[in-house]
């Protein structure tokens, strides 16, 4: 089966679903942070976006915190409470998973090699058929790789195309868009028939 996937988190835009749904792709999938919580009309129209743009989406700590926001079940709509309590938090998809930020530690932020270390490691023994990991959470666009046969481990370039070696096991961060504070925004995709991850910053999607 071919699988090209788009993958991005983090407060997505209109403009960035428009322009990528002129894309050709087999899905689509937010890692999460779909909401801030602080600007509920935003909420609910970015809750719709997502769940109509999307195939796969993650609940991310974003979400969560929403859910336990006084006066949550009054302003937010019906249909986007459902789509909230049904989000998982993990999801796997034959050698291919999704999650917000940890599955070692929820809620923990992924940024040193050795904190990569940990979570691969995590990952090969309680998902032993996962050789590609995606996740968000920390802002930050991230590409790992890890050699389980020598045990060396690197972070790859973080931006253009990125060819997978197929014995190797993989973490990436799409970055997020819609980001705050001058991050940048970015976003990936990933082509099985030809083993690629190609990392975009926003600016490189035309109107």
Same mark, same amino acid.
């Given at each position: 089966m071919t699988t090209k996937l788009w993958l991005f988190t983090h407060n997505s835009l209109q403009n960035f679903i428009r322009r990528i749904n002129h894309f050709k792709k087999d899905y689509t999938v937010c890692l999460g942070d779909i909401v801030n919580g602080k600007k509920i009309d935003k909420d609910n129209f970015c809750l719709q976006l997502v769940a109509d743009n999307t195939n796969i989406a993650i609940s991310?700590? *974003? =979400?969560e915190c929403l859910m336990r926001h006084e006066g949550y079940d009054q302003k937010i709509y019906p249909q986007n409470q459902d789509y909230l309590k049904n989000l998982p938090s993990v999801f796997q998809e034959k050698d291919l998973i999704f999650f917000h930020s940890s599955l070692q530690e929820k809620g923990r932020r992924l940024h040193t090699k050795e904190d990569y270390?940990? =979570? #691969?490691? %995590?990952?090969?023994? %309680?998902?032993?058929? #996962?050789?590609?990991?995606? @996740?968000? *959470?920390? @802002?930050?666009?991230?590409?790992y790789a890890y050699d389980p046969l020598s045990k060396s481990s690197e972070f790859l370039k973080d931006e253009g195309k990125i060819k997978l070696n197929p014995a190797s096991k993989y973490i990436f961060n799409p970055g997020g868009m819609g980001l705050y504070f001058g991050l940048p925004n970015s976003f990936l995709t990933y082509d099985d028939t030809i083993e690629t991850i190609q990392v975009y910053s926003s600016s490189e999607l035309v109107n």
């Open positions: 991310g700590n *974003h =979400e270390l940990g =979570e #691969v490691k %995590y990952i090969t023994n %309680y998902f032993p058929k #996962v050789r590609i990991a995606f @996740h968000g *959470h920390t @802002h930050q666009k991230t590409a």
